[in-house]
């Protein structure tokens, strides 16, 4: 697997979808998959991201981590990830299709071990 994308969800199911929506269509050079930590939401993320299982073109894995927090919740998804290059992104996020090619010639042209977008 060459890219693993998790991204941690507290009851923001409306913007979940659209940042699903958005990364449908990321292109890359190799496999990749998305994983979704809900950390212990109330509303229906788990639905949410259930429903775009069938059409996701990559594999789309849910998982629940009840410890709340941030570093709790990405942790869960880095610990459940198969990619050599992890991208974490937020749930209210829209990426550019060439976002994980951009990542990773960024990492290949700089040498380093890690890259991070605007703040």
Known sequence: MK???IIATYNRAEELVKTLESLKKLESTGPWEVIVVDNNSQDNTRDVVLQAVDSFPVPLHYLMEKE??????LNAGIRASKGEILAITDDDVRVET???LNAEQ???RLNCDYVVGKA
Not at 68 to 73: K, L, N
Request: aromatic content about 14%; proline content about 0%.
């Open 106 to 108: 960024a990492l290949d």
């Open 3 to 5: 890219f693993s994308v």
């Open 98 to 100: 060439n976002w994980l």
């Open 68 to 73: 709340q927090g941030r570093s709790a919740a």
